[in-house]
């Protein structure tokens, strides 16, 4: 996380409504922040919601319950599985 006395290099611009930016300078005024800074966090929280939303995988209970069934008592292989299994070991295996 970057701290206030870091060096500031990159810049970002966008273009809002008047109306949005007095909301913005409203807000940031309640905070205490400056209208860059406001933005800044604003952005950056918003980035981390995202790619948590994307990067943790949420399951159900049941999921969850299907998920430890399938680890713990996995299904045999079918002809799909054994046929990809054997080119894997023919492309990969035996090319070391």
Do not use: C, H
């Amino acid at each position: 996380m970057t701290t206030a006395r870091q060096t500031r290099t990159a810049r970002i611009e966008a273009r809002i409504s008047p109306e949005m930016l007095t909301v913005v300078k409203r807000a940031a005024e309640m905070q205490g922040r400056s209208v860059s800074d406001f933005v800044v966090a604003a952005a950056q929280e918003a980035a981390q919601r995202t790619i948590e939303d994307v990067a943790i995988v949420r399951l159900s209970v049941e999921d969850q319950r299907a998920v430890i069934d399938a680890i713990f008592s996995p299904p045999e292989p079918n002809a799909s599985l054994r046929k990809a299994a054997a080119a894997y070991k023919r492309l990969v295996v035996q090319s070391r």
